[in-house]
């Protein structure tokens, strides 16, 4: 099974519609990430929380929610989508190991429409 | 603030031959490391080579090196014999150690092709 999960694969949504993105993980990080991958682009930042209780904003968080419902997920909300956010969306996980830089995971990504 | 510049959009290699990637980044933390990751056109990130800012070699994969330049603040990547499956565009990114977000700097990507 695969270690970073990400619901749905994906999705295509009308302008104005709420969605919901899902990532569920079971390598037992406590930090993850929300990232946005638009055509051409490398990944911008979205939100990411280091545990239940902390939650922050990335570079692009505008339009976006989350929530950390547990340890291992970790959602990402569109209120009210707009076309300019079709992209794909990536869920990371990672943690923080002495004296050294860390791996990310992600997950298999969602690749999102709005119309 | 941190940035990650790839300045090939597209490379051509041929098969069983090696190619250079290109990457420099800007940082004023004084620690930090450089991945690169690999995303085929299904459009899954794979990690590939990790290299720390105080590493005293360049790291290597199987048949991915890292070309590490501190001084020049370039972290190019190096793919040796490659293989049709290369085929893919490949990302540098960077992150602080230490930081207090931890997360991933990308840059644009290069998209390598390889020619049989």
């Known amino acids: 099974d695969a270690d970073v999960t990400q619901t749905p694969r994906n999705r295509i949504t009308k302008t104005g519609k709420r969605i919901m993105l899902e990532c569920s993980q079971t390598k037992g990080h406590d930090r993850m990430y929300w990232y946005r991958q638009d055509p051409g682009l490398g990944l911008q930042l979205i939100y990411y929380?280091?545990?239940?209780?902390?939650?922050n904003k990335g570079e692009i968080s505008d339009g976006y929610s989350v929530s950390r419902q547990a340890q291992a997920k970790f959602s990402l909300s569109l209120e009210s989508a707009i076309p300019n956010q079709t992209a794909l969306y990536f869920c990371?996980?990672?943690?923080?190991?002495?004296?050294?830089?860390?791996?990310?995971?992600f997950g298999p990504g969602t690749r999102l429409t709005v119309t | 603030a941190q940035k990650i510049t790839q300045t090939q959009p597209g490379m051509f290699v041929q098969e069983k031959e090696a190619v250079t990637l290109d990457c420099t980044y800007d940082t004023s933390d004084p620690s930090y490391g450089l991945f690169w990751y690999k995303q085929p056109s299904s459009g899954e990130m794979i990690f590939l080579i990790y290299q720390g800012s105080y590493d005293q070699q360049n790291a290597t994969e199987g048949r991915y090196s890292l070309n590490f330049q501190k001084a020049r603040k370039s972290a190019n990547l190096v793919i040796s014999a490659s293989q049709l499956g290369d085929s893919a565009m490949y990302f540098c990114a960077m992150r602080s150690i230490g930081g207090s977000q931890g997360n991933l700097i990308f840059g644009k990507g290069t998209k390598l092709s390889v020619k049989p």
């Open positions: 990371a996980t990672s943690e923080l190991t002495t004296g050294s830089a860390y791996e990310q995971y």
């Open positions: 929380s280091f545990d239940v209780k902390d939650i």
